[in-house]
């Protein structure tokens, strides 16, 4: 047993923690503001309750890698008392089991979202649909591989000591590993690409479109988030320390989860945004009113367009995009969506 001066001459696990548990405090506020905004104009839906589930596992996670930590993980795995080190490793895959249903959980939940915004009766909806169960299975399987990369003993999973245990070569985790990494990283370009694609060609104005875009192209950045991740599974390789060598490998997983929970979020906050600069060009207005004595139709018009956009969704948005499309001889409105965007 290595000396308590060892044990503490190395330590990674202080940093992993301050990540994950801010990360997750970040998250829960951009969850509570989802469904603040959501709750406001009446249209909590089943994405939204996905997206608490993803939270409760980015939690419950944070929670298994403060034990994790507490048993040694960030330390030397020969400076970690053999038991501790054993609940270290165990912690660990927990935590990382949690991580993955939370990324998945968040991708899916904005996959019921995105599809809450195309045409009911179109073939893309079963594409959305497959993406779910592949979402579900490909990443469910993967905490399969790493429980039972043993067969059913699985305690050799966690003790390096059981080396007369014959288990499947790690090249099968890594080059599955990929194979996830790369699904997911093609489901977020999916996802942040196709909705643009297909209300582009609506009769919105150009800044409405780009404002659609951003909102829900966000997911790029969850797509970088991934493919980090999935360079660092090689260290499931070349680890000779299993306590040191794969903190890095499951602060990206936590990293990419929040981003998904976070990109997932922002397009909903809309109508929390159109009310805020509502209050303060309504404020502005009557700063100018006082000041000049009227309150011109110009700011007036505005104002009023504002207030309509309060109850809008983006899935409104492109609906009332899309009904626009269609040949009369004169349309005579406003657009309220050019107020903001």
Known sequence: ???????????????????????????????????????????????????????VFFMVGSATATVAVDHGLGHRYTSIPHAR????????????????????????????????LL???????????????????INVVSIFLMFFECGGNVAAVFDAGLSQTKCMSRWIQIDYGYFQGCFNTACDLFLAVYPTY????????????????CLLGLGLFAMIAS???????????????????????????????????????????????????????????????ATYGLRSGRYSRHLDEMEMMYDETPAQILQRGGGIMKHVDVVVREDPASAIF
């Open 1 to 55: 047993m290595a000396t308590s001066s060892a044990y503490d001459s190395y330590n990674s696990g202080t940093g992993l923690l301050i990540t994950l548990w801010t990360l997750s405090v970040v998250s829960a506020m951009f969850i509570g503001l989802r469904g603040l905004a959501k709750w406001k104009i009446g249209h909590l839906s089943s994405d939204d309750a996905v997206m608490v589930v993803a939270l």
């Open 85 to 116: 080190a054993v609940k270290a490793i165990i912690f660990y895959c927990v935590t990382g089991t949690m991580g993955i249903l939370c990324g998945t959980s968040g991708r899916v939940s904005f996959i019921l979202y995105v599809r809450r």
């Open 119 to 137: 045409p009911r009766n179109s073939i893309i909806q079963h594409v959305f649909w497959a993406l779910v169960a592949g979402q579900i299975a």
């Open 198 to 213: 297909t209300f582009w060609s609506l009769q919105l104005k150009l800044r409405v479109k780009i404002a659609l875009a």
């Open 227 to 289: 493919v980090v991740k999935t360079v660092l599974i090689t260290t499931i390789a070349r680890t000779s320390d299993p306590t040191v060598d794969q903190v890095t490998l499951l602060r990206w997983v936590y990293i990419e989860a929040a981003i998904v929970i976070i990109t997932a979020s922002i397009p909903c906050l809309r109508s929390l945004f159109v009310v805020a600069v509502a209050n303060l060009f309504n404020a502005s207005t009557k700063q100018k009113a």
